[in-house]
């Protein structure tokens, strides 16, 4: 499978990750190798076959539905770019 | 007398508790050694306070006759185990800053059984890469050099920091996470010892996540029995992880009692990969034999879909990454970098934050799992998978555990296959296939290439079953009798 650049871009959209045109190009190459290296999962006949998503041969387990943890308000908030009045700040997303 | 950075785990142990040295002058050398190594880049952040507090705690303790099992231990920590208040951060620009506001599970149980943290050591970036040279902290060089030439070589990775660390006596022993095979890999490559436990023996809460069905924590030390007692102080039961498996832990040290008549040791003829090197067929060979000797009986196993593993993996891997690093937006930690919109914003930090790996990684991820190619490729991916953890199950019915070299070659240069995403992946071909069946793997090392590089032997065992896995790395251990030492140790003996 050969990415083209608009399926690259795309991709870097769905990503979030800024991909600048110039780089595009070089990228579909980069990713069309690993993608046609990764077909030969093809020459495998996995019909009927259950696919695996764990490993850990148990379900995951219950607990009571209680708070077992927070008021850390402020230990969150001191990693943060932009915090203020006990709140993230991003840029602003209504208008 | 031998220098405090020389001794074992396990003779460090012996030494603190008939006070023939102090835990502060444990910490003190291996303060000093890890200083000495800086040319190396194996620590990312260093944390020499802490470690004499941690040490004078050690001290009290053992005065008193309450030494805990770890006692007075100064490790290197890899940089993916969050730290409370110490900056972590993945080997990536994109954690800036970040110091955790909580100790990841397996730590706080190193602490709590007396080991002494020296710092945080590099690797590569989110765990992605076999050669430590993914950080955005720089290379990592391995202490080993080939026998004349002086090119500085990688120790592997991802815990490319933490091998370099122990096999240079910069620490005593090390955290590594193995995702697809980043302790045991790096472990070949320094001549060292780690074990990938099973899957859900440590708790992956507070570490950084990779690939969450993949990741699992193990220690890298300079003895299998080193190991055995370091594993014991990282595993267990952790609710807060809802893979962690509720089961007892083992006295694994116990179970090193060199005893291996009558266990029967598969040899998979599916590992013969071409191009494999005519001296790593030989090691392989002579670590047969060492079980025979031993009373071990060989048997032929096969695993037959081995060559599809990495590429499975590459599926597998990069869907879960481009999920787990979906977190790294710029709003709650580490970097930002200014847009006019909020999706600008993320953008141009992930743009910026993330290294080429990383990104190409969480490309293919997101291909993956996008509309219309999910079933091609994702759920392709696990359901060889299944047939890949199938094919394991065959094998331990008939034998206890699986023989194989640890890596296809020894260390390579800073700056080989580093323009070949691929080239670069087929270093893990020998222990993709164990972290997707989700068993343990041990690497020992088992002698040195015709240049003087280490070279590993990988056991592989039956899930849960860390026991037996020790126990045959211990008699490979006794019988490969590798002493050889690095070009580079801390105090350059």
Same mark, same amino acid.
């Given at each position: ?13 769905l ?8 780089e ?5 190459r ?6 046609n290296?990764?077909?030969q ?23 009571e539905?209680?708070?077992t943890?927070g008021n ?11 915090a ?9 997303v209504?208008? | 007398? $031998?220098?405090?950075?020389d ?5 460090a ?16 050398a291996y ?14 952040t ?17 005065a ?13 920590i ?19 800053g ?6 990841? $599970? ?13 710092g945080?050591?590099?690797m590569?970036?989110f ?8 950080s955005?902290h ?19 990775g ?11 006596r ?7 996470t ?5 302790i045991?890999?790096p472990a ?26 993949l990741?699992?924590?193990g ?9 055995a ?6 595993s267990?039961?952790?609710?807060r992880d ?13 179970? #090193? $009692? ?12 599916e ?8 001296e ?11 079980l025979?000797a ?10 037959k879909?081995?060559?599809?593993a ?8 990069p ?5 787990? #690093?979906?977190? &790294? ?15 600008e ?9 993330f290294?080429a ?5 969480i ?10 190619? &999910?079933?091609?490729? &994702? ?21 206890d555990?699986i023989l ?12 080989e296959?580093?323009d ?10 020998f222990t ?13 090392p ?21 026991e ?8 490979i ?9 690095p070009?580079?140790?801390?105090g350059?003996?």
């Open positions: 499978m050969a990415l083209d650049k608009a399926t690259v871009a795309r991709i870097a959209t990503a979030r990750i800024k991909v600048p045109e110039a595009q190009d070089h990228l579909a980069e990713l069309s190798q690993i993608l290296w990764i077909e999962l093809n020459e495998i006949d996995t019909k009927g076959v259950e696919p695996m998503s764990s490993v850990a041969a148990m379900k995951l387990p219950m607990r539905d209680v708070v943890d850390c308000r402020d230990k969150i908030l001191a990693n943060a770019p932009a203020a009045h006990g709140f993230f700040v991003v840029p602003k209504v208008e | 007398m $031998t220098a405090l950075t001794l074992t785990l396990a003779e142990r012996e030494g603190l508790i008939a006070r023939k040295f102090s835990a502060r002058e444990m910490a003190t303060v000093a050694a890890m200083e000495a190594t800086r040319p190396l880049n194996a620590f990312i260093e944390t020499p306070e802490r470690a004499l507090a941690m040490a004078a705690e050690s001290d009290e303790r053992l008193r006759g309450a030494a805990l099992p770890l006692d007075g231990m100064p490790l290197a890899k940089d993916l185990f969050c730290t409370e208040g110490v900056l972590t951060t993945a080997g990536s620009h994109i954690l800036d970040f110091k955790p506001p909580y100790e990841s $599970t397996v730590t706080t149980k190193l602490w709590q059984a007396g080991a002494v943290m020296l945080k050591v590099n590569d970036e765990a992605m890469g076999s050669a430590n040279v993914t955005a720089g290379n990592v060089e391995n202490p080993w050099r080939r026998r004349g030439d002086n090119r500085p070589l990688v120790p592997g991802s815990s490319g920091g933490s091998a370099a660390a122990v096999a240079a910069a620490a005593i022993a090390a955290t590594g193995d995702t697809g095979g980043s045991r890999q070949s490559f320094c001549g060292i010892v780690g074990i990938k436990p099973t899957y859900g023996r440590c708790s992956r809460w507070g570490i950084v996540a990779f690939a969450s069905s990741d699992q924590a220690p890298m030390t300079r003895s299998v029995r080193d190991a007692i370091m594993l014991k102080a990282m267990g039961h952790d609710p809802s893979t962690s498996a509720p089961l007892p832990v083992p006295d694994f040290e116990a179970a #090193l $009692t060199g005893d291996i008549r009558g266990l029967k040791v598969g040899i998979p003829r590992y013969r990969v071409d191009g494999m090197p005519a790593i067929e030989k090691l392989w060979q002579r670590g047969i034999d060492w025979t031993a009373g071990a009986e060989p048997v032929e196993v096969s695993l879909l081995t060559k599809y990495l590429a499975t993996y590459y599926i597998i891997a869907a879960e990454a481009s999920s787990n #690093l979906a977190r &790294y937006d710029g709003v709650r930690f580490g970097l930002r970098v200014p847009g006019q919109t909020l999706d914003m993320y953008e141009n930090t992930r743009a910026e934050g290294g790996e990383v990104k190409r990684r490309l293919i991820g997101t291909y993956v799992l996008s509309a219309g190619y &999910y079933d091609a490729y &994702y759920l392709k991916a696990q359901q060889v998978r299944t047939l890949i953890a199938r094919d394991f199950s065959e094998a331990f019915k008939r034998c555990v194989t070299p640890t890596a296809p070659s020894a260390a390579f240069a800073i700056g296959k580093m070949d995403p691929i080239a670069m992946y087929l270093n893990d071909v993709v296939p164990v972290n997707l069946a989700g068993l343990p793997g041990l690497s020992v088992a002698g040195l290439s015709s240049d003087g590089l280490p070279l590993g032997l990988q056991v592989i065992g039956r899930a849960f079953d860390e037996t896995v020790l126990r045959v790395g211990g008699v251990e006794d019988a490969a009798k590798f002493t050889a030492k070009q580079f140790i801390a350059g003996r």
